[in-house]
T-cell receptor, first 111, second 113 residues
Framework: DAGVIQSPRHEVTEMGQEVTLRCKPISGHDYLFWYRQTMMRGLELLIYFNNNVPIDDSGMPEDRFSAKMPNASFSTLKIQPSEPRDSAVYFC?????????FGPGTRLTVT | GESVGLHLPTLSVQEGDNSIINCAYSNSASDYFIWYKQESGKGPQFIIDIRSNMDKRQGQRVTVLLNKTVKHLSLQIAATQPGDSAVYFCAEKEVWNFNKFYFGSGTKLNVKP
């Protein structure tokens, strides 16, 4: 298995632009997580899905952030409009039981 | 969520020595803990886990110790190697949350040759 796949690996955008991050979980995993990692705040859980249904989105910082999981093999995290303070590494992870498998992350820079 | 913190942000050890990375947690309702390793430019990688009904668990060169009385978790790495250089995170889960983990701030381990 290729593991969790994220795209793009790097994204540089200007403030106010829409950003879409993509994730393909490991086949057969029924949980999908989106995390944000910064030096200041560490690794934060934004939202997670179970069987494509959002279970807990309490970590989503603002209405500018939205996440979808239209099917078991694909999820998106969208930021609209983006702001410089959104700059971070965004990780997607998937799991079947408790162990979460992380993707390589998307490094987002908003200028 | 509850805070999960690490005492030492950076730990430097000599190759071949044993390393001990510590983690304090504050949520007495946590029943499951995981240690992750994150190498530069990569996502966190599972190392070892432990449930609250245990106080010790061993893996290959790694041992996790759990002291529920003082809410303390440690990761011991035997015969530390250069490939162990990374940031290590502890993560905790509350008993009623099947899959929601809170991560600590991380400890950077530097292995000197």
């Amino acid at each position: 298995d290729a593991g969790v796949i994220q795209s793009p690996r790097h994204e540089v955008t200007e403030m106010g632009q829409e950003v879409t991050l993509r994730c393909k979980p490991i086949s057969g995993h029924d949980y999908l997580f989106w995390y944000r990692q910064t030096m200041m705040r560490g690794l934060e859980l934004l939202i997670y899905f179970n069987n494509n249904v959002p279970i807990d989105d309490s970590g989503m910082p603002e209405d500018r952030f939205s996440a979808k999981m239209p099917n078991a093999s694909f999820s998106t995290l969208k930021i609209q409009p983006s702001e410089p303070r959104d700059s971070a590494v965004y990780f997607c992870a998937s799991s079947l039981k408790s162990e979460q498998y992380f993707g390589p992350g998307t490094r987002l820079t908003v200028t | 969520g509850e805070s999960v913190g690490l005492h030492l942000p950076t730990l430097s050890v000599q190759e071949g020595d044993n390393s001990i990375i510590n983690c304090a947690y504050s949520n007495s309702a946590s029943d499951y803990f995981i240690w992750y390793k994150q190498e530069s430019g990569k996502g966190p990688q599972f190392i070892i886990d432990i449930r609250s009904n245990m106080d010790k668990r061993q893996g290959q060169r790694v041992t996790v110790l759990l002291n529920k009385t003082v809410k303390h978790l440690s990761l011991q790495i035997a015969a530390t190697q250069p490939g162990d250089s990374a940031v290590y995170f502890c993560a905790e889960k509350e008993v009623w949350n099947f899959n929601k983990f809170y991560f600590g701030s991380g400890t950077k381990l530097n292995v000197k040759p």
